[in-house]
Each structure stands twice: as C-alpha cells, then as structure tokens.
C-alpha cells in the first residue's frame, strides 16, 4: 500500500496519516473550533488525499466544496460551520483535484501575499505569483505570510513586534480594507509584548467590532464601540515538557498552528504532501 509523508519547514517529516489523525482527535475534543488545511500538493495517486483523509476519520468534518462561497461572497459564520458541523476546510495547491476529489483549489478562494523576503519589505505587501491581486474581489479569504527566506529565531522578537504590526496594516490597505483571516509566521511565541497574539486580537477585534482589540468588544454594542482597555495578549507559557495552553502543536513537530476563538480560522498549514516513493529530502 502507498503512504504519504508530510515534509515541515524544519526538515522534519511524518506520516502524514499520524498527523491527520491529530487533527481529527483536536476537532472530536473541541466541538466549536474551526480548522483549515492548505496545502502544496505532491500527491500522484488517484484519489490519494481522498484516502488519506477518510482512512484519519475527518470526512465527517469536511466543508463540502458544493458550498463554499464562488465569486468573492461571505462565508458562514462559525456558530453556523459548527452547527453544521463543517469544521475542516481543506485546500490543494492543484487545480484538477477541485473536480477530480472534492478537494477545493486554493487559488480560488484564497487571496496570499508573497511569502519569504519580498513580503517583509516595509510599506509593501505584493500577492504571491499564483494569487488573484490582493484587491481583488472575486475571492473573500486572505492569507497573509510575514516570514524572511532563510528564518532567524534571534531576530523573531523584533519581526513580531512593530514591524508585524505595521504590515498588518499595510497589507489590510493593498487588499482594499481587508484584514487577514490567516497569518503565516515563524517562531511565533516569540515576541517584545504580545506579539503575535496581540496582532491576532487586533484583526479580530476591527473585524468583529471595529475595536483595535477583541477584548475591547462590548456585546450587542454598535460597530466601533469599544471599552476604554489598554492590555496586551502574554505570549502563552511553556511547561518544561514544551507543552503550552493556547496555541496546538503536533506531537514531534514544531510547525506554526495556531486556533484563535473568533474570526480568524485555525491554520494548518502543511507545506508539503507527498507520495513517499515520489519525494525524499
């Protein structure tokens, strides 16, 4: 029988049913969270991710392609992907598999910035190549990468800080007022401050209440009425077995996974799927 590896950023690599099946036992314990995978497809074989996911136990999660949103409209809401529960939103990196698998081409729903230095560069925030223009309206999620091309774990403090910030706000402009629902980062716990955390509560809370944060929003309120708060999101504490509350991370991984409660999805995001007779590293 074929099996599929998951390649992670690090180098680090495993069978990419071990991984799925995380995910599945994540989504069973907590009924209200919502997880989306995208990812960079390697996989040949006929009906392979199919498979893949069925064999982990998810296809009972799965937001049918039949009814995600064509031409730039709004998604549900959560309350609405929970009560339903379609709770795993998949995306491939190949267009057939739309039609062939039921797995949704990414490039149609999803808005991305360039990822790797040119998306660091201050006051800029240019879409990735395969990417409709970041203003475009035919596509209504943005994903928004803020990582250099070779990763630097001494410099993440100072990136997480004012400078993330600053292209949060940059990219929100260049994708005409529309802030990201993913955010793709290295190294995200650390930070001076909040980080990354307080850059997700941001987005959060201008996306829920037009607050500059999520803890500001006041129930039932108009849009714009904040409580009058200055506080900032603590970077979650490590335990000494590398274990922490807040964000989740795969058992033998250290790749970037984060759930935050509100309006901007789980992000798995999984650079490489592959058959593993096809793809060494």
């Not at 590896?5 to 989504?27: H, K, S, Y």
């Not at 990219?171 to 650390?190: D, H, I, Q, S, T």
């Not at 509560?201 to 996306?207: K, V």
Request: charged letters at 20%; a negative charge; aromatic letters at 10%.
């Amino acid at each position: 029988m074929e099996s599929f590896v998951i390649c992670l950023l690090d180098g680090f690599q495993q069978p990419a049913i071990n991984t799925l099946r995380e995910v599945e036992a994540f989504l069973n314990r907590n009924p209200t969270e919502i997880v989306t995978i995208i990812i960079e497809d390697y996989v040949h074989t006929p009906k392979g991710l199919t498979k893949l996911f069925a064999n982990a136990g998810l296809n009972k999660y799965w937001f049918p392609v039949s009814k995600m949103p064509k031409k730039g409209e709004d998604w549900p809401t959560l309350n609405e992907m929970v009560r339903v529960n379609h709770r795993l939103l998949v995306f491939t990196s190949v267009a057939s598999k739309e039609v062939e698998e039921g797995i949704a081409y990414q490039w149609k729903y999803l808005l991305e910035s360039e990822a790797g230095d040119p998306g660091v560069k201050p006051g800029k925030c240019p879409n990735r190549k395969e990417s409709q223009p970041l203003n475009s309206k035919s596509a209504s999620l943005f994903l928004m990468n803020y990582f250099s091309t070779f990763p630097d774990e001494d410099q993440a403090c100072k990136v997480h800080s004012t400078p993330l910030a600053d292209m949060i706000l940059t990219c929100n402009k260049e994708a005409g007022n529309m802030m990201p629902n993913f955010l793709a980062v290295n190294f995200y716990l650390r930070s001076e401050g909040g980080g990354v955390f307080d850059d997700l509560d941001s987005i959060n809370g201008q996306r829920l209440c037009g607050c500059n944060t999520i803890a500001a929003c006041q129930p039932g309120a108009p849009l714009g009425s904040c409580k009058n708060i200055s506080i900032h999101t603590p970077s979650p504490a490590i335990d000494n077995l590398g274990s922490f509350s807040g964000p989740v991370e795969f058992s033998g991984s250290t790749s970037t996974i984060y759930h935050p409660n509100h309006l901007i999805f789980a992000l798995f995001l999984f650079p490489w799927i592959s058959s593993s007779f096809l793809w060494n590293r």
